[in-house]
């Protein structure tokens, strides 16, 4: 079984601001300004609909019998386009389970508004049985279906009362958290031309993702100890082996906590 944990970072995306508010006169910075205030006019709140996201990092974890890998699809100069469309390609190459945190609520969204943009195929994501009768009660696309595990809408019942933050849940199960900028920064970041910094976060963040995921299938019978010990070593070796800062900080803070769990 292939695995595919997954996380994006975004930014307003000032091209349909500056459209919807005829603000064709004004920078990105003042356009994006601009969006928040409407935005927190009519929701007290200046988080952005997901039409209004513009993703400029993908970051995944892959799991399959070939090894594992932690890598942000792309590269720093890549176009929104090819990122979405690796993601979507990679769902056509390995028809993985995804997982991720809070994906039903926003990851997906914002890909599915931003295939729209651009006029991406995506046929494996939506598929629901009509070329392919295993999707028919297993797929992507239903909040029920185990081909997407979104860890925050199962852990919490289903209820938004039980949701909690990446963040607490990583640090529940003795794990570093969130590293380096948080997501209200990724915007300011983004500004500066920190590309770079923006994808080593969002790593971190997948990389919180997919222990969790484990966890969680030991919590629910799908591995046993012998077996959750082999996949925790998997990472732990995989992380040893990179020369990335990021991912040896990860390393070293995990290694602090990684029985306090």
């Given at each position: ?28 910075a003042?356009v ?10 009519r ?20 799991r399959?019998?070939?090894?594992l ?9 890549s ?18 389970v ?19 943009r651009?006029g991406?195929?995506?046929?494996r ?20 279906h ?25 640090q529940?199960?003795?794990?570093p ?9 990724v ?8 590309v ?10 997948v ?12 919590v629910?019978?799908?591995l046993?100890s012998?077996s ?6 998997v ?17 070293s ?5 990684r029985h306090?769990?």
């Open positions: 079984m292939n695995v595919l944990a997954f996380d994006i970072e975004t930014v307003p995306d000032v091209e349909l601001g500056r459209r919807l508010y005829d603000l064709g006169d004004l920078d990105d003042a994006a300004q601009a969006m928040f205030a409407k935005q927190r006019a929701k007290a709140s200046d988080f952005l609909p997901a039409p209004q996201q513009r993703v400029v990092a993908i970051s995944v974890v892959l399959t019998r070939d090894g890998k932690i890598f942000s699809l792309g590269d720093e100069q176009a929104e386009r090819e990122l979405v469309q690796r993601f979507f390609d990679g769902l056509e190459r390995y028809t993985p995804l997982v991720s945190w809070n994906g039903s609520g926003f990851d997906l969204p914002v890909l599915n508004y931003r295939a729209l651009h991406i195929n995506a046929h994501y939506w598929e629901a049985g009509e070329s392919d009768r295993d999707f028919r009660y297993n797929n992507y696309l239903s909040r029920y185990w081909r997407h595990i979104d860890l925050m809408d199962v852990l919490s019942g289903y209820g938004a009362s039980g949701r909690a933050s990446l963040d607490l849940a990583a529940l199960i003795g794990l958290g969130k590293l380096g900028i948080g997501g209200a920064e915007w300011p970041a983004y500004r500066r031309g920190e770079a910094a923006i994808r080593d976060y969002c790593e971190a963040d990389l919180n993702t997919y222990l969790i995921y484990l966890r969680f299938q030991l629910r019978g799908e046993d012998a959750y010990q082999n996949e925790l070593t990472v732990e070796t995989k992380l040893a082996g990179s020369d990335r800062p990021h991912l040896q900080q990860y390393l803070l995990w290694k602090t906590t306090a769990g």
